[in-house]
Nanobody, 119 residues
Framework: QVQLVESGGGLVQAGGSLRLSCAASGSIRSIDVMDWYRQAPGKQRELVATITSSGDPNYADSVKGRFTISRDNAKNTVYLQMNSLKPEDTAVYYC?????????????WGQGTQVTVSS
């Protein structure tokens, strides 16, 4: 069984910073892509940033230049450093991984962590 535990959300003023962490544990053979998604009230969940197993990142246009995704493969952990936060970044942030368990690959989601940016 695989578990994802997120941490690092909270309340911050516009222009501030937060760092999210998501640690995966369980019978994981390897992790392919690791992502961060977010969902604001009344909106669909959207992809914020993704990082491949080799460390190549990609970002949504709305966060480019402000957010940085990184991963520590030894710890099965993905991070999201969020700088210059804006009120429109307010959402529940979810981490997602695609992991190899024995010979198959599965998708797993974190429980979500609230990020609130006040103006």
């Amino acid at each position: 069984q695989v578990q994802l535990v997120e941490s690092g959300g909270g309340l911050v003023q516009a222009g501030g910073s937060l760092r999210l962490s998501c640690a995966a544990s369980g019978s994981i053979r390897s992790i392919d892509v690791m992502d961060w998604y977010r969902q604001a009230p009344g909106k669909q969940r959207e992809l914020v940033a993704t990082i491949t197993s080799s460390g190549d990142p990609n970002y949504a246009d709305s966060v480019k230049g402000r957010f940085t995704i990184s991963r520590d493969n030894a710890k099965n952990t993905v991070y999201l450093q969020m700088n210059s936060l804006k009120p429109e970044d307010t959402a529940v942030y979810y981490c997602h991984i695609r992991a190899a368990i024995f010979v198959s690959r599965y998708d797993y989601w974190g429980q979500g962590t609230q990020v609130t940016v006040s103006s």
